[in-house]
């Protein structure tokens, strides 16, 4: 019996000096992980406007406004849907929707600057605006 209490006791003391040997080693030789969660939301446009696209923009000052990039042809306030009116910059979905119920119970544009008349839209947007938009009589 002493024997078997002597093999139990030499298997729990090399069992104990392992353990050891493997946390020190995950303490000294292990990096560290962080775990980050990432966030996947939908951007408006006025917010894409805002995130820099590439290193060198993050530079540019306050309130600067790149060019919009394959905007091939004036957007028509009186013909244009709401996917459409949403890739002006400054206008998301629901400033669109607006654009098209003060078209549909005012009429057509008349002019580009009646564009200022529909809520949300103000005159520091319709700056951003008023090169990218025309009115032309619906078809």
Excluded at 2 to 27: S, T
Excluded at 42 to 62: I, N, Y
Excluded at 64 to 79: C, F, K
């Amino acid at each position: 019996m002493d024997q078997d209490a002597r093999q139990i006791r030499w298997l729990l003391a090399v069992a104990v000096v392992l353990c050891a040997l493997m946390i020190g080693y995950n303490v000294l030789f292990v990096p560290q992980v962080t775990l980050t969660t990432v966030v996947e939301t939908d951007l408006s446009s006025a917010a894409r406007a805002a995130v820099p696209s590439a290193p060198g923009d993050a530079s540019q000052p306050e309130g600067y406004e790149p060019e919009p990039v394959g905007q091939a042809a004036p957007v028509n306030l009186n013909t244009a849907d709401a996917e459409e009116l949403a890739t002006l910059p400054g206008i998301g979905p629901a400033t669109a929707q607006k654009i098209i119920a003060y078209r549909e119970s005012v009429g057509a544009f008349q002019s580009t600057e009646e564009l200022m008349q529909v809520d949300g839209i103000g005159e520091k947007t319709f700056q951003k605006l008023k090169e990218l938009v025309t009115v032309e009589a619906a078809e």
